[in-house]
Every structure is written in structure tokens, then in C-alpha cells.
């Protein structure tokens, strides 16, 4: 069974960055693609990045574009998410979720009904 473990998360000021982690264990990430979300207070859960098992494909939502980069080293089993420019709306619990694709390319949804694997979050908080 494919566990997910975030870390990374903390206290940052507007306009810092944090790196998110997101190490897997139990089975080898070579044939998942990874997706990143958030959820803020009050609010639903939203796609933030992901990427393809291959690292061809990222995606991005609109709101963290040249802004967040994701990446993944398969060797390592873990995916990142690196965050510059920390806004204040930037805050909420980041979550990791997998998604078992096999050797099919090209793909990398943002829709968080299609992840089967998520990790437990990590708080992530922008304030001055």
C-alpha cells in the first residue's frame, strides 16, 4: 500500500518561500502522478500543481503560476513543491495525493476525484 508523508510546511511571511516534501513509501512513485492541493479555512479543497510520472507534464492553477515549481525525483520516491512569493492566501493545509497510472504518459489531472492515495497535509501559514 502506498503511503504519503508531506513535511515542509510552517510560518513564512508575505513574500518568503517554503519547500514542500512529499515522500512516499511502500511502492515505487515511478507509476503515479503526483498532485498537490490545498484547503484554506472555510473553504473546499483545490488543485494547486502536479506532475506527470515522467516530469514531462506540470500544471499549475492559475493563482501559484510563476510562483510554485513542482518536481519529483523517482529515485528519491518524493515529489516537492517549491513556493516563492508567499501570499497571504497561500495559507492552508498543503496536501500530496497519488494517482496509479501504470506506464500511460501524458497524464496530470487537477481534479482531486481522480487521486486515490493522499498524505495527512502539512500547515502551511503566510503572515506578517
Wanted: hydrophobic fraction near 35%.
Amino acid at each position: 500500500q502506498l503511503q504519503l508523508v508531506e513535511s515542509g510546511g510552517g510560518l513564512v511571511q508575505p513574500g518568503g518561500s517554503l519547500r514542500l516534501s512529499c515522500v512516499a513509501s511502500g511502492k515505487t512513485l515511478d507509476y503515479y502522478v503526483i498532485g498537490w492541493f490545498r484547503q484554506a479555512p472555510g473553504k473546499e479543497r483545490e488543485g494547486v500543481s502536479c506532475i506527470s510520472t515522467s516530469s514531462s507534464i506540470t500544471r499549475y492553477a492559475d493563482s501559484v503560476k510563476g510562483r510554485f515549481t513542482i518536481s519529483r525525483d523517482n529515485a528519491k520516491n518524493t515529489v516537492y513543491l517549491q513556493m516563492n512569493s508567499l501570499k497571504l492566501e497561500d495559507t492552508a493545509i498543503y496536501y500530496c495525493a497519488a494517482l496509479m497510472v501504470g506506464t500511460v504518459q501524458g497524464m496530470c489531472p487537477m481534479t482531486e476525484l481522480m487521486y486515490d492515495d493522499w498524505g495527512q497535509g502539512t500547515q502551511v501559514t503566510v503572515s506578517s
